[in-house]
C-alpha cells in the first residue's frame, strides 16, 4: 500500500520510522508544512517528500494524518473526500460541532477512519479489559489514572493542543470508557497552572489537574494529568473489582521511588518518553491500520 504521512514533526518522524518498517507498506510520501523538516525526515527513513497536502492525497492509497491538531478536521475532511483511508493522531478537533461534521463526512465518504489511541494496543491494559470483560475483576468499585509528562511540550504545542483536558487526559477518558465498556455520567474536574511555566496561564490552561468521573452502575475512576514529572514519563491504570485488582503501567520502570519494601529506589532506568514507554503500541496501532 502507498501510505501518504501529513506532519513530520516528534510524533510524525517517530510513525515514519514504523510505517516503512510494515510489510504492507510499499511506499511512503511525506508533508509538512516545514518542508524542510518533511525532507529530512523523508531522507532519514527512505521515503519521499512532496510539496503539499493535495499532491500527496492524490499519490497515495492511505494517508497518516500527525499534524497539528488545529488542523486535523480539514485534513480528515479532505482525504474522506479523496477516498483514502484513515489513521489520525487524536483528537478529531476541538469543539464537539466540527468533530460531528467530520465525522459525518466520513460516513458518507465510506472511508475508515482510525484514531490514534496507542494505549488500546498496549499488552496491560488490553489485558485489563479482558479481565473486566470476561468477569474474573468482578464488579467494577473503582479506578485511579494518572498521565504525567516528564516536562511541558514547547509553547507553540502548547497554544495549538486544546488544552490539558482534551490534548492529554483524553487518552485516559478514552482509555476508561475502553476497557470497562461503560459510560461516564457525571464529571467534576479542577486544575491549575503549578509548574511556573507562563505558557499555561496565558492561554487559560492548567498543567495540573485532576478529574472524578462517575461511570454508569456507580463506579468511579480519578484520573490525574500532570504536564512535569521530575523523575520521568509515568502513565498507569489501576482497576478495583470485587474478585481482583489489577494494575497496567507498573512493569519496572515507572518513576516513582519506593519508600518501603525492599525497592531499590530507581535502579532500573525509567521511562522519559511516550514514545519509549509505548514504542510497542504505536507500532502495532499502525500494523492494525
Given at each position: 500500500?502507498k501510505?501518504?504521512?501529513?506532519?513530520a514533526g516528534?510524533?510524525g518522524?517517530?510513525?515514519a520510522?514504523?510505517?516503512?518498517?510494515?510489510?504492507g507498506?510499499?511506499?511512503?510520501?511525506i508533508?509538512d508544512?516545514?518542508?524542510?523538516r518533511?525532507e529530512?525526515?523523508?531522507?532519514?527513513?527512505?521515503a519521499?517528500?512532496?510539496p503539499?497536502v493535495s499532491?500527496?492525497?492524490?499519490?497515495?492509497?492511505a494517508?497518516?494524518?500527525?499534524?497539528?491538531?488545529?488542523?486535523?478536521?480539514?485534513?480528515?475532511?479532505a482525504?474522506?473526500?479523496a477516498?483514502?483511508?484513515?489513521?489520525?493522531?487524536?483528537?478529531?478537533?476541538?469543539?464537539?460541532d466540527?468533530?460531528?461534521?467530520?465525522?459525518?463526512?466520513?460516513?458518507?465518504?465510506?472511508?475508515?477512519?482510525?484514531?490514534?489511541f496507542?494505549?488500546?494496543f498496549?499488552p496491560?491494559?488490553?489485558?485489563a479489559?479482558?479481565l473486566?470483560?470476561?468477569?474474573?475483576l468482578?464488579?467494577?468499585?473503582?479506578a485511579?489514572?494518572?498521565?504525567?509528562d516528564?516536562?511541558?511540550?514547547h509553547?507553540?504545542y502548547?497554544r495549538?493542543?486544546?488544552?490539558?483536558?482534551r490534548?492529554?487526559m483524553?487518552?485516559?477518558?478514552?482509555?476508561?470508557r475502553?476497557?470497562?465498556?461503560?459510560?461516564v455520567?457525571?464529571?467534576y474536574?479542577?486544575?491549575d497552572?503549578l509548574?511556573?511555566?507562563?505558557?499555561?496561564?496565558n492561554?487559560?490552561?492548567?498543567?495540573?489537574?485532576?478529574?472524578?468521573?462517575?461511570?454508569e452502575g456507580g463506579a468511579?475512576?480519578?484520573?490525574?494529568?500532570?504536564?512535569?514529572?521530575p523523575?520521568?514519563?509515568?502513565?498507569?491504570?489501576?482497576?478495583?473489582?470485587?474478585r481482583?485488582?489489577?494494575v497496567?503501567?507498573?512493569g519496572?520502570?515507572e518513576?516513582?521511588?519506593?519508600l518501603?519494601?525492599d525497592?531499590?529506589?530507581g535502579?532500573t532506568?525509567r521511562?522519559?518518553h511516550?514514545?519509549?514507554?509505548?514504542?510497542s503500541?504505536?507500532?502495532d496501532e499502525?500494523?492494525a491500520?
Amino acid at each position: 500500500m502507498k501510505v501518504g504521512l501529513i506532519g513530520a514533526g516528534r510524533i510524525g518522524a517517530f510513525h515514519a520510522k514504523n510505517l516503512v518498517s510494515l510489510e504492507g507498506v510499499s511506499s511512503l510520501s511525506i508533508v509538512d508544512v516545514d518542508s524542510g523538516r518533511s525532507e529530512r525526515v523523508a531522507k532519514e527513513v527512505g521515503a519521499r517528500a512532496l510539496p503539499d497536502v493535495s499532491s500527496l492525497l492524490a499519490e497515495v492509497e492511505a494517508v497518516v494524518i500527525a499534524a497539528a491538531t488545529d488542523v486535523h478536521a480539514e485534513l480528515i475532511s479532505a482525504s474522506a473526500e479523496a477516498g483514502l483511508p484513515i489513521f489520525c493522531e487524536k483528537p478529531i478537533s476541538l469543539d464537539l460541532d466540527s468533530t460531528a461534521s467530520v465525522l459525518a463526512a466520513v460516513e458518507e465518504s465510506g472511508v475508515p477512519l482510525q484514531i490514534g489511541f496507542q494505549r488500546r494496543f498496549d499488552p496491560g491494559y488490553v489485558e485489563a479489559r479482558r479481565l473486566h470483560k470476561s468477569g474474573e475483576l468482578g464488579r467494577l468499585y473503582a479506578a485511579r489514572l494518572a498521565t504525567h509528562d516528564p516536562e511541558p511540550a514547547h509553547d507553540a504545542y502548547i497554544r495549538a493542543s486544546g488544552g490539558l483536558f482534551r490534548d492529554m487526559m483524553v487518552h485516559d477518558f478514552d482509555i476508561l470508557r475502553w476497557t470497562t465498556g461503560m459510560e461516564v455520567v457525571e464529571v467534576y474536574a479542577a486544575g491549575d497552572a503549578l509548574t511556573g511555566n507562563e505558557a499555561f496561564p496565558n492561554i487559560g490552561d492548567v498543567d495540573t489537574a485532576a478529574a472524578l468521573l462517575t461511570l454508569e452502575g456507580g463506579a468511579v475512576a480519578v484520573i490525574t494529568g500532570v504536564r512535569h514529572d521530575p523523575l520521568g514519563y509515568d502513565v498507569r491504570m489501576e482497576l478495583f473489582g470485587s474478585r481482583e485488582s489489577v494494575v497496567a503501567g507498573t512493569g519496572g520502570k515507572e518513576p516513582l521511588r519506593a519508600l518501603d519494601g525492599d525497592a531499590e529506589g530507581g535502579s532500573t532506568p525509567r521511562h522519559q518518553h511516550f514514545m519509549d514507554r509505548f514504542e510497542s503500541a504505536y507500532r502495532d496501532e499502525l500494523a492494525a491500520f
